[in-house]
Structure formats: structure tokens, C-alpha cells
């Protein structure tokens, strides 16, 4: 069994490309809580709408969550060095706060008194 459940925050504006198909895929890391102050960095893709979604919906800081499979994969870099990524396949996409939740949240990101946030979230 392979499925992968994951709640977190963008770590840059996902970029929507096309394969020369004309398939639609996204690539993007996704932070993802592990402690308080301590947080993975999970490589992602998304295909077909699930990556127009995300392409066209989502934002550097947006939280979203996804569901997918664990893949590694290798190629050959520019100098012929065999290399291996892991990622995950998303498989589903659910957006967690809508576009004003998280315009506020980048804008109050701290409260009056310079505290964090009540979700205790480092990003």
C-alpha cells in the first residue's frame, strides 16, 4: 500500500507547465509541520486539473492538502550523473483557506504584541 496524506504551506508560487502533449503538470514543495519549530520539505507533482488547480488557484503560504502515492524516480543530469528524486503523485487536492483567509494571515501574521499565531505554525 502507498498513499500519502499531507497537510501544509507552499514554499513558492506553484508554476503550471504543459508536456509537449499538451498535459498539464505542476511542481512544488509543500512544508509540512513535523514540530513546532521543525518542518519537512515534501517535493510534489500534480497532473491534468489537479495541477491546473493548483496552478491556477494557489499561492506562495497558501496551506492545501493532498493525497497521493510515493514515487522515485531517476534521471541523468546534465553531467550524465545518475540521480533519484522522491516526490509525491497527488492523486487529490483540497484547498484549506480561501483566497481572503490567506491575504489575512500574510498580513496578521503576528498579532499586536509581536506573539505567533494561535495555530503555532513557524510559516
Not at 111 to 123: L, N, R, T
Given at each position: 500500500?502507498?498513499?500519502v496524506?499531507?497537510?501544509?504551506?507552499?514554499?513558492?508560487?506553484?508554476?503550471?507547465?504543459?508536456?509537449?502533449?499538451?498535459?498539464?503538470?505542476?511542481?512544488?514543495?509543500?512544508?509540512?509541520?513535523?514540530?513546532?519549530?521543525?518542518?519537512?520539505?515534501?517535493?510534489?507533482?500534480?497532473?491534468?486539473?489537479?495541477?491546473?488547480?493548483?496552478?491556477?488557484?494557489?499561492?506562495?503560504?497558501?496551506?492545501?492538502?493532498?493525497?497521493?502515492?510515493?514515487?522515485?524516480?531517476?534521471?541523468?543530469?546534465?553531467?550524465?550523473?545518475?540521480?533519484?528524486?522522491?516526490?509525491?503523485?497527488?492523486?487529490?487536492?483540497?484547498?484549506?483557506?480561501?483566497?481572503?483567509?490567506?491575504?489575512?494571515?500574510?498580513v496578521?501574521?503576528f498579532?499586536?504584541?509581536?506573539?505567533?499565531?494561535?495555530?503555532?505554525?513557524?510559516?
Open positions: 500500500m502507498n498513499i496524506i499531507l497537510i501544509g504551506r507552499l514554499v513558492a508560487d506553484p508554476e503550471l507547465k504543459y508536456t509537449q502533449g499538451g498535459k498539464a503538470f505542476s511542481r512544488f514543495t509543500l512544508a509540512v509541520s513535523r514540530t513546532r519549530q521543525d518542518a519537512d520539505f515534501i517535493n510534489c507533482v500534480a497532473w491534468e486539473k489537479d495541477a491546473e488547480l493548483i496552478g491556477d488557484y494557489t499561492k506562495k503560504g497558501n496551506k492545501i492538502g493532498i493525497q497521493g502515492r510515493l514515487e522515485v524516480r531517476s534521471y541523468e543530469d546534465s553531467s550524465n550523473l545518475k540521480r533519484r528524486i522522491t516526490e509525491v503523485v497527488v492523486t487529490r487536492v483540497e484547498l484549506l483557506e480561501s483566497k481572503t483567509q490567506s491575504e489575512k494571515s500574510n496578521n501574521s498579532s499586536q504584541k509581536g506573539d505567533i499565531e494561535d495555530d503555532g505554525f513557524p510559516f
